[in-house]
């Protein structure tokens, strides 16, 4: 590890050398925007060569992928703290849509994820088996009792991958004019949220709808006659 530049600081470990290289990176796109900022400026940023940032980030989309990722994992933290006491899965649901639609572009390090093309969650990217994992693995995290609302772990990565696919489209094409939130909040309730209520609902109607033993048994019995 190079101990020149570094403002005079030089870091301790790979680990804290390469925060600091992606806490370079947000202020450089802070300063110049996503499109414009580049390894050189990342690496004058921390008065280190171009070298000493390739040591630890082979290109610079790899570092604006952390800053993207590290982002993310705070954007959750916040969105489970939003959701605490909506507890009915489809209401839950729709809410962290509608927090995520509101949060994302506005957030400097969250909207990456809109630019960076068909690898980021938000593109392609979205429907990869790790993605959707990760959204599934959010998805447990809500304060909601899916096994008792009749969606299993399994049903949870396709839950993940509707949510993903919908945010994508959402936030990458919001429609002009672009739905403010009492409309998107219709929309989802309207046309995604029945879906969540579907498993318990069809089990009551199966159970409901079946005829009686006694009204079965005498057609049973007429076919075995014949």
Request: aromatic share 4%; net charge negative; with cysteine.
């Amino acid at each position: 590890m190079g101990h020149h530049g570094w403002a005079g600081r030089p870091p301790a470990s790979d680990a804290e050398a390469r925060q600091r290289i992606v806490d370079a990176t947000v202020r450089c796109i802070e300063r110049h925007g996503v499109a414009k900022t580049t390894l050189s400026d990342v690496a004058n940023e921390l008065g280190v060569t171009r070298q000493t940032v390739y040591r630890h980030f082979g290109r610079i989309s790899d570092i604006i992928g952390e800053v993207a990722a590290q982002g993310a994992e705070s954007f959750v933290d916040r969105l489970i703290a939003h959701l605490q006491g909506v507890t009915d899965p489809a209401e839950a649901v729709v809410e962290g849509m509608v927090f995520c639609v509101r949060t994302i572009p506005a957030d400097p390090r969250l909207s990456l994820l809109l630019r960076l093309g068909d690898a980021s969650a938000f593109g392609r990217g979205a429907t990869t088996g790790d993605t959707i994992a990760y959204g599934a693995r959010m998805l447990q995290r809500y304060p909601v009792d899916w096994a008792a609302a009749g969606i299993g772990e399994d049903d949870l990565d396709g839950l993940a991958e509707i949510i993903m696919r919908l945010l994508t489209s959402l936030l990458q094409h919001p429609g002009e004019p672009p739905h403010d939130e009492a409309r998107l909040r219709a929309l989802l309730d309207r046309w995604l949220a029945p879906a969540l209520s579907r498993p318990a609902a069809t089990a009551e109607r199966s159970s409901t709808d079946d005829p009686p033993a006694d009204v079965r048994r005498p057609a049973r019995t007429a076919v075995r006659g014949r």
